[in-house]
């Protein structure tokens, strides 16, 4: 039943942001979404047929933000469907939440500012079941004094768990924030700790 009313959340977010439902195709990209189950709550991803764009916890705060950004930056149109690397996500992040997976091979697209993404590859960088602070993310891209902007660029990933914004720590070992709850980015340090 959450599924379905998800899907259900899906179309209407899509009417309301761009005026189109799925049934009404036009000439735009089209990207496609599904839903994704997990033991931390639902998920949505977004891809077209060759990279993962987004994949977000269903009650991020921003996530329709996040979503219009991917439309406009794409000229696209979501419909609910299904893709390879949706397919691939759901296989891998199944894997991941049963402590068998430590690498993502998905393929994915990074949208942002340079800045942004020499961040959120220093992420992917960071070995599974470690954690480093906004510092250390700092200086592994050379900027050392830029702690602030690269929290800054950890709160704009739009990849949650594959992009690993949450093994990033306050340089006192308190979690520091997290843009789908530090329950959630608690869970997964400990998870990864633990299948490490």
């Known amino acids: 039943m959450h599924r379905l009313n998800s899907l259900i959340d899906l179309e209407k977010l899509s009417e309301r942001l761009w005026g189109h439902s799925s049934q009404d195709r036009s000439a735009m990209n089209i ?5 994704l189950e997990t033991p931390l709550g639902p998920m ?9 764009y987004l994949l977000e916890f269903f009650d991020r705060k921003g996530l ?4 219009e950004y991917l439309v406009k930056k794409k000229g696209a ?41 020499l961040a959120w590859n220093a992420l992917t960088e960071i070995p599974y079941g470690e954690t480093r602070s906004y510092m250390q993310q700092a200086e592994a891209v050379n900027r050392s004094a830029a702690h602030r902007a690269v929290a800054n660029a950890n709160g704009a990933n739009q990849l949650a768990i594959i992009i690993p ?15 789908a709850g530090l329950a959630r980015k608690k869970w997964l340090i400990e998870h990864e700790r633990r299948h490490q």
């Open 165 to 179: 914004c949450h093994r990033i720590i306050n340089a006192n070992g308190q979690l520091g924030g997290y843009g």
């Open 44 to 52: 949505v991803a977004i891809s077209d047929d060759e990279s993962l």
């Open 31 to 35: 990207l496609k979404a599904t839903w």
């Open 77 to 117: 149109h979501i419909i609910s469907a299904t893709a390879p690397p949706l397919v691939s996500i759901k296989e891998e992040l199944k894997a991941y939440f049963n402590g068998s997976l430590k690498k993502f091979e998905t393929p994915f697209s990074l949208r942002g500012t340079d800045f942004q993404k």
């Open 64 to 67: 329709s933000a996040e979503i």
